[in-house]
T-cell receptor
């Protein structure tokens, strides 16, 4: 099992460009998450998906859109990138129906917006 | 004030020392997680607690629900324990986690 995979690992964008961060998990988890991590701050939830076809805003959703394409895949789209979106992005998955409820994280995507 | 506070922010230790990292929270929770973030950036879950104490190897995690406080202990610390340790809580009634800002631990030989 690969766990949670993310692509790309690194990306440099110019202000105004768009891009999609891809995430996939092979653990048959229902819940998937997108977080951003900035220096001096805890991980902050951007969007959340409790199951295929459903998405909810998290703490910092402005400037982002998401798609839960199927149970495995959850993508994050930046329509018009801004320097404030320079960050490290993590995707995670979990299955809250199980007693463990552990979140499994992808390796992260480092994004620099110039 | 953050809903999840960790202390200390930074910690250095000599190999073999006993380490304690603290986490306090201000909301009602159904679970508390301890995670480890390696220098390369990867994040792994160490423990999930809803009460009492858990042990895995040299790591021990405790939680006091009444005092809204948890501790992560590392016995016989080793340089490979150097990482950022993150506390996160799941607020009652949600599946979402609220994260602390992390404690950066460096263990020197």
């Amino acid at each position: 099992n690969a766990g949670v995979t993310q692509t790309p690992k690194f990306q440099v964008l110019k202000t105004g460009q768009s891009m999609t961060l891809q995430c996939a998990q092979d653990m048959n988890h229902n819940s998937m998450y997108w977080y951003r991590q900035d220096p001096g701050m805890g991980l902050r939830l951007i969007y959340y998906s409790a199951s295929e076809g459903t998405t909810d805003k998290g703490e910092v959703p402005n400037g982002y859109n998401v798609s839960r394409l199927n149970k495995r895949e959850f993508s994050l789209r930046l329509e018009s990138a801004a320097p404030s979106q320079t960050s490290v992005y993590f995707c995670a998955s979990s299955d809250p129906t199980r007693s463990q409820e552990t979140q499994y994280f992808g390796p992260g995507t480092r994004l620099l917006v110039l | 004030k953050n809903e999840v506070e960790q202390s200390p922010q930074n910690l250095t230790a000599q190999e073999g020392e006993f380490i304690t990292i603290n986490c306090s929270y201000s909301v009602g929770i159904s679970a508390l997680h301890w995670l480890q973030q390696h220098p390369g950036g990867g994040i792994v879950s160490l423990f999930m607690l809803s009460s009492g104490k858990k042990k895995h190897g040299r790591l021990i995690a405790t939680i006091n629900i009444q005092e809204k406080h948890s501790s992560l202990h590392i016995t016989a610390s080793h340089p490979r324990d150097s990482a950022v340790y993150i506390c996160a809580v799941r607020r009652i009634g949600t599946d979402k986690l609220i994260f602390g800002t992390g404690t950066r631990l460096q263990v020197f030989p």
